[in-house]
């Protein structure tokens, strides 16, 4: 997509003072000042002795100038959308697929703007979801509704580094987020005894002690060492020395940014909903390349007339980036084949795991196949078949 961007950079520069002439809306804004001057002019005309005709004629001579300009810089826009045109035919020759419309019954076209709506309301696009809620006739209850907006005012008080919206909501969730095994509270609490350290100069460190004291001495079975290091860290103050310090990433930005996806995290889970935007990223894999490769196998799969029987499997490989891979891949490291729903991975006594066709073909036949031994493959270990646990990763 390189050469498709640098044609929409050229296109979004182009009303820029720094071209051969001035911006169409220079051009326009000269243009509306010599009206009004012309309009006072012909007002005074008696008093300064100029004729309205002058005027008008000068105002023409105005017009005309300005038209050009203004041409002049459409011909470069037009030009620009010509080649970005191109490029995009050049980069992209194969045409996009055509598929059977899967949105036609009045159920899935609800589902698709429920799932547009849902996806307004969580990304803070509140007056777009009215009108679009409004335009489809389309019912999200008003709890729903409220919570997202709950949601993007405890966000935005994080990034003004205000910490007390987001305890709040952390107070009547607690036992949700205990369920979860989740540090939101904790990181929330350690980013604020940090501002506490570093807000004030000199350091006031009596206050951060007091709020630690008060709000930090709970998390410190399952947080010692990193308590440790937040009282530790008050030797190497004021912040020039904490930067350089072995306590460097406690003054990094990053340990109060990263509260916003955290908490947006633990929000959505309690709603029933998923960390990342669907929609997004539906957009992400598809468009990222997704659609491109399965085109192209079908294609090649046409050409050597085979079809391919697998539902729920796809004939070809799709590359994820790290956020996008839900779940791990186990290979057996016996078979070299990847575990399934039918072939799972199976955990001996000794603690290795291989799939469970694996585990039978590795087992010694005896009278029952609940006393059946196995061997491992990797240690001396010997166990029962029916001793081995499925493990899910």
Not at 124 to 141: K, N, R, S, Y
Not at 326 to 343: M, R
Request: charged share 25%; aromatic share 6%; net charge neutral.
């Amino acid at each position: 997509m390189d050469a498709p961007l640098k044609e929409l950079a050229k296109l979004e520069k182009l009303t820029a003072s720094k071209g051969k002439g001035p911006s169409i809306s220079d051009s326009l804004d000269a243009l509306l000042i010599s009206l009004r001057e012309a309009k006072h002019a012909i007002s005074e005309s008696a008093a300064s002795g100029i004729t309205p005709d002058q005027v008008i004629k000068e105002l023409g001579q105005a017009v005309d100038s300005k038209k050009k300009e203004v041409e002049e810089r459409q011909k470069e826009v037009y030009n620009s959308v010509s080649r970005l045109g191109k490029a995009l035919d050049k980069k992209f020759p194969t045409p996009l697929p055509s598929y059977p419309d899967i949105f036609s019954s009045p159920a899935s076209i609800t589902a698709l703007e429920r799932t547009i709506a849902l996806h307004l309301l969580r990304t803070g696009q509140f007056d777009t979801a009215g009108v679009f809620l409004q335009e489809c006739a389309l019912d999200i209850p008003a709890e729903l509704r409220a919570q997202f907006i709950d949601l993007h005012r405890i966000l935005q008080a994080l990034r003004n580094q205000d910490v007390g919206p987001a305890l709040g909501w952390v107070a009547k969730n607690q036992q949700f987020l205990l369920s979860r095994s989740s540090p939101l509270e904790f990181n929330l609490h350690r980013s604020q005894f940090i501002r506490l350290l570093l807000s004030s100069h000199p350091p006031n460190f009596m206050q951060a002690l007091s709020y630690g004291k008060e709000c930090l001495t709970a998390f410190t079975d399952e947080h010692q060492g990193e308590l440790m290091r937040l009282y530790g860290c008050m030797a190497y103050l004021p912040l020039s020395k904490l930067q350089t310090s072995p306590y460097a990433d406690l003054a990094s930005p990053s340990l109060h940014f990263d509260l916003e996806p955290l908490f947006a995290k633990e929000y959505c889970a309690s709603l029933g909903m998923s960390r990342q935007v669907p929609l997004r990223v539906v957009g992400d894999i598809g468009g990222g390349g997704a659609l491109a490769r399965i085109e192209k196998g079908r294609k090649v799969m046409r050409e050597r007339k085979s079809e391919w029987s697998q539902v729920d499997e796809l004939p070809i490989e799709i590359p994820l980036p790290p956020e996008n891979r839900y779940h791990s891949i186990f290979t057996c490291p016996v078979s070299k084949e990847q575990a399934s729903d039918v072939n799972p991975p199976m955990m001996m006594v000794c603690g290795h795991v291989v799939t469970k066709d694996s585990l039978h073909k590795l087992s010694k036949p005896t009278g029952y196949d609940a006393d059946r031994r196995v061997k491992c493959p990797y240690c001396p270990m010997e166990s029962n078949l029916s001793s081995a646990m499925r493990v899910y990763f």
